[in-house]
């Protein structure tokens, strides 16, 4: 006889058992959102030197969006690989319920996010949509498929929800305060992340993580627009550096140290949320001076606020200017952090102090720069 329709189980309503869990967590097997993003790129080498297999999200794009995956990418018809990429976006459920169900992931990194403060400003329905409503909708994708008891779940937090200052150094325990629809749509996801913990006993934990940079920093970022200018005003491809506010202050580390912090928040016996910072603070005047210092220039200063500029103390030439342009309707002036609870629960410190830092993205960027002047030739 055929079975009433109401004895066909109904779709996403089985949850794994116990037993089922465990034969699940069995395997390593992460998926990461955001996977073409400068931290994408490092926490997948990352997970792959430790035997995982891989997954990431990409976007459709009209032109290659991958090249920082270059060295991972291996085409499947020529052999096997432990790293597969699969369409998809933040803002389709369908998708990423499709994607969870078949990778069948053990840990999930949600790195995906419109991930510019200045932007969220000229597009904050859309960051909110992606970096807000995109974190639930991965976690629910992860309980739509009963996974929710099986997945380890990493929220891609910010120091941009300390925004204003309260007190310093900014801790776990310091209260929020968001200046900008990035910063308000990172609440969201923060919490979110929380209260699926809370409410359903998920394993999902919010890294905290302060300003990480490097050589494949994404270029509007100050760090990289710094670094990539001076090497280019050096090789006489640019005039000057025209850069918004100089005096706020952040607490850069390397992102390379990061991802593995990363990594390190899903292996405890118990979730929760971690600071990731280096404990010291530098304004981006310093940031600008040391990256010209790398190369052999002085910057001096003259004026104050727009208009101001800085000249390189040999030659007076002007090389950089203060542009309206790039400031923000609302700034985040100060943001130092403390690490202290991660280094003592997870045994994290990083380990690129921020000289060190400078001077790999000054030299790396200049490396790139004449190689792209001599494939001109
Ligand atoms: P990037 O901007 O370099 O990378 C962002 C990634 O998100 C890219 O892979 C991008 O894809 C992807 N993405 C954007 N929109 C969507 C969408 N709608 N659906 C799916 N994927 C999308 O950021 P970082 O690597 O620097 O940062 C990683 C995460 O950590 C972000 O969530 C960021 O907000 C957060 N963060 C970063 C800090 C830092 O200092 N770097 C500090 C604290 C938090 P595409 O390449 O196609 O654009
Ligand atoms: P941030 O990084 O906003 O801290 O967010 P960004 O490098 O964009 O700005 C840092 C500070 O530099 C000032 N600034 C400029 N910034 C940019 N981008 N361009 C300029 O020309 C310029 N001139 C001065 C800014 O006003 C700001 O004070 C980053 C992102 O990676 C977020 O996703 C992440 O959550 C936080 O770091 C932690």
Redesign the pocket.
Known sequence: MASEPHDVPAPFTTKLSPEQVVEYRKRKVALI????????SYLAELLLEKGYDVHG???R?SSF?TSRLNDLYVDLHERPTHFKLHY????DSTNLVYIIANVRPTEVYN??????VKVSFEMAEYTGD??GL?TLRLLDAIRTCGFEKAVRFYQ????ELYGKVVETPQSEKTPFYPRSPYGVA?LYGFWITVNYREAYGMYACNGI?????SPR??RTFVTRKITRAVADIHLGKQHALYLGNLDAKRDWGH?KDYVEGMWLMLQQDQPEDFVLATGETHPVREFVEKSFAVLGYTIKWRGSGVGEEGYDEKTGRVLVKVDEKYFRPAEVELLLGDPAKAERLLGWKRKVDFDSLVKEMVNEDLKASSNLIENQN
Do not use: P, Y
């Open positions: 959102s955001g996977i073409t993003g400068q931290d994408g999200i990409i976007r794009s969006n998809g976006d933040l803002t790195l995906g996010a419109q991930s510019h992606v970096d995109g891609a937090s910010t120091s990172k993580l302060f300003n990480h940079e920093r994404g992102a």
